[in-house]
């Protein structure tokens, strides 16, 4: 039953998500972005907020506006301003995506324990994931706006950094009781199949375990992957407000994030 503990450490193949009392960072191997201000997107604008509620927003057209004042711009840097928003309104939502796909890794994971194991103890620790999932959504989705920043992690961050491993740890301790009695069964009519062969059996369940494990790694680096492929994207994004900051010095405080190559 050693695959069970793979679900615990499923979300370290994804990008890393931290919060602390001044930012929120993404990571992976190859970067790190620390997002300095919020941001609220939806189809027809990018809202973007400073610590001290100074905000930016720039419209469907590519105008800009500095708490409701629009700024003077030239249609070079109106469509700068549009490329800006339209790549957010891309790229961001990715994150959301990773930490939810993580997640189904997880499932995934669990799925394939249970169907090899004959398992049906496994409710809650599914049943754990899926309020994970649910509190991912409710971070990154409110009131049809996509969002980003401190005030969309300060809830979010308690539970899923602090409290994660804690509720996995004990839904898996109680998978492992409820399924003890299956889990047995299972074990018994694999050694009757291999005849009291105990190096037969030993070989079929390292097998059993082996084809699990290498399915859920393939997807897990997968993920890894595509966390990779955005840490290039953010740091296309990074470009495009210097850029911006440089032609509209105005702007220069509403950069969303910093980007670090590692």
Same mark, same amino acid.
Request: aromatic share 6%; proline share 2%; hydrophobic share 40%.
């Given at each position: 039953?050693?695959?069970?503990?793979?679900?615990?450490?499923?979300?370290?193949?994804?990008?890393?998500?931290?919060?602390?009392?001044?930012?929120?960072?993404?990571?992976?191997?190859?970067?790190?972005?620390?997002?300095?201000?919020?941001?609220?997107?939806?189809?027809?604008?990018?809202?973007?907020?400073?610590?001290?509620?100074?905000?930016?927003?720039?419209?469907?057209?590519?105008?800009?506006?500095?708490?409701?004042?629009?700024?003077?711009?030239?249609?070079?840097? =109106? !469509? %700068?301003?549009?490329?800006?928003?339209?790549? &957010?309104? +891309?790229?961001?939502?990715?994150?959301?995506?990773? /930490?939810?796909?993580?997640?189904?890794?997880?499932?995934?994971?669990?799925?394939?324990?249970?169907?090899?194991?004959?398992?049906?103890?496994?409710?809650?620790?599914?049943?754990?994931?899926?309020?994970?999932?649910?509190?991912?959504?409710?971070?990154?989705?409110?009131?049809?706006?996509?969002?980003?920043?401190?005030?969309?992690?300060?809830?979010?961050?308690?539970?899923?950094?602090?409290?994660?491993?804690?509720?996995?740890?004990?839904?898996? =301790? !109680? %998978?492992?009781?409820?399924?003890?009695?299956? &889990?047995? +069964?299972?074990?018994?009519?694999?050694?009757?199949? /291999?005849?009291?062969?105990?190096?037969?059996?030993?070989?079929?369940?390292?097998?059993?375990?082996?084809?699990?494990?290498?399915?859920?790694?393939?997807?897990?680096?997968?993920?890894?992957?595509?966390?990779?492929?955005?840490?290039?994207?953010?740091?296309?994004?990074?470009?495009?407000?210097?850029?911006?900051?440089?032609?509209?010095?105005?702007?220069?405080?509403?950069?969303?994030?910093?980007?670090?190559?590692?």
């Amino acid at each position: 039953m050693k695959q069970v503990l793979l679900v615990t450490a499923i979300l370290s193949t994804a990008p890393a998500l931290a919060h602390d009392d001044n930012h929120i960072a993404f990571s992976v191997d190859n970067c790190q972005v620390e997002f300095q201000n919020n941001v609220a997107i939806t189809p027809t604008e990018v809202a973007i907020t400073t610590p001290n509620s100074q905000l930016l927003t720039i419209d469907a057209n590519g105008q800009a506006f500095i708490n409701g004042q629009q700024i003077d711009v030239t249609e070079q840097q =109106q !469509s %700068a301003l549009t490329l800006y928003a339209d790549t &957010l309104r +891309v790229e961001l939502p990715k994150v959301a995506e990773m /930490a939810t796909d993580a997640v189904e890794v997880a499932e995934v994971a669990l799925n394939e324990v249970a169907i090899a194991f004959d398992l049906d103890g496994l409710d809650k620790l599914s049943t754990v994931l899926d309020e994970i999932n649910q509190e991912i959504q409710a971070t990154f989705y409110r009131q049809g706006s996509f969002v980003m920043g401190e005030q969309a992690f300060d809830n979010f961050s308690e539970n899923f950094e602090h409290q994660f491993e804690e509720r996995i740890e004990s839904a898996v =301790q !109680s %998978a492992m009781f409820e399924s003890i009695g299956s &889990l047995l +069964v299972t074990i018994g009519s694999e050694m009757n199949n /291999a005849d009291g062969n105990m190096q037969a059996f030993e070989q079929r369940m390292e097998n059993m375990g082996k084809q699990i494990e290498e399915k859920v790694t393939a997807q897990a680096e997968q993920l890894e992957r595509r966390a990779e492929s955005l840490c290039s994207n953010f740091e296309q994004i990074a470009e495009q407000e210097a850029s911006l900051s440089h032609a509209i010095p105005a702007l220069s405080s509403y950069n969303l994030m910093r980007f670090t190559a590692n």
